[in-house]
């Protein structure tokens, strides 16, 4: 397990608005791919997107910054966020 003093953040993002159906979480793998940082993107039966993001402070800051707005097919009403415990996972996945 990965500690954050390495400088690794993982937090875990609940995205409230119009995100699903829209493309959102299509687009929050290719922004993780740009950033750099690994991860999940699942739906969720209120109508969210939970996001999962791992990886080095600033890529990790960086995505938070585009998960406050999303693709332009979105309408992000609110962002909630909380750190986790980093697991050293790489990649970017949709899980359902």
Same mark, same amino acid.
């Given at each position: ?24 979480? $299509? ?38 910054? $585009?998960?406050?707005?999303? &693709? ?13 415990? &980093? ?10």
């Amino acid at each position: 397990m990965l500690a954050e003093d390495d400088g690794v953040r993982r937090v875990e993002v609940v995205v409230h608005g119009v995100v699903q159906g829209v493309g959102f979480r $299509w687009a929050a793998r290719e922004a993780a791919a740009r950033f750099g940082v690994s991860g999940t993107a699942r739906n969720r039966s209120d109508g969210t997107v939970e996001v999962q993001v791992e990886g080095q402070r600033q890529q990790v800051d960086a995505m938070l910054q $585009w998960l406050a707005h999303g &693709p332009s097919t979105s309408m992000v009403e609110r962002v909630d966020t909380r750190d986790v415990p &980093p697991r050293g996972e790489s990649g970017f996945h949709i899980t359902s």
